[in-house]
């Protein structure tokens, strides 16, 4: 199993600010998918990334894969308390979904 | 996107006794479900992957006689934890895969307690 490191591992910022989180392998991955899951619910599909160097934007997230397709990144502009949950990041891999550890945000009003 | 739910959401058990969790795709023939599990603050791991009519595939380290899969129809899969133990708290949750898609869908989770 390849794994997928997810950094940072826990984010606390405060509403209004930026933030990065980052999903990288060793090994290059077909397609790259972004989850977001809140307290007690599953996970949410948010965006599904193929192409190297592909840019995908929904609203205020901006989901970015390398050029290697190796790592991929997603950044939120001006958070906001509805943003806090926890991301995770998964590649399939023989049939099944492999997860990152997951970035767990917290955004303060 | 497609639905698929799981019940109950919430469920309280004694040490020893079995607990069952069902996952239905509700619009959709799921052709494969999986199940995983997740601890507080923690990613999900996945447990064990079911294909209709067929034994399911359990991952390394996941006790198939503790947590017995069952996926009879394509759109009910059910995971009995037996012989519960306070360790095996946790939130379950499961996905389906189907429809001609390739993208699985979640549920919202079942949060076992045992006590």
């Not at chain 1, 934007?57 to 989901?63: G, I, M, N, S, Y």
Request: hydrophobic residues 30%.
């Amino acid at each position: 199993t390849q794994l997928l490191e997810q950094s940072p591992q826990f984010l606390s910022i405060q509403e209004g600010e930026n933030l990065t989180v980052y999903c990288n392998s060793s090994s290059v991955f077909s397609s790259l998918q972004w989850y977001r899951q809140e307290p007690g619910e599953g996970p949410v599909l948010l965006v599904t990334v193929v192409t190297g160097g592909e840019v995908k934007k929904l609203k205020r997230l901006t989901f970015q894969f390398g050029d290697a397709r190796k790592d991929s990144s997603l950044h939120i502009t001006a958070a906001q308390t509805g943003d806090t949950g926890l991301y995770l990041c998964a590649r399939r891999q023989g049939g099944k979904l492999i997860f990152g550890q997951g970035t767990e945000l917290s955004v303060k009003p | 996107g497609a639905v698929v739910s799981q019940h109950p959401s919430r469920v309280i058990c004694k040490s020893g006794t079995s607990v069952k969790i069902e996952c239905r795709s509700l619009d959709f023939q799921a052709t494969t479900m999986f199940w995983y599990r997740q601890f507080p603050k923690k990613s999900l791991m996945l447990m064990a992957t079911s294909n209709e009519g067929s034994k399911a595939t359990y991952e390394q380290g996941v006790e198939k006689d503790k947590f017995l899969i069952n996926h009879a129809s394509l759109t009910l899969s059910t995971l009995t934890v037996t012989s519960a133990h306070p360790e095996d708290s946790s939130f379950y949750i499961c996905s389906a895969e189907g429809g001609g898609e390739y993208e699985q869908y979640f549920g919202p989770g079942t949060r076992l307690t045992v006590t």
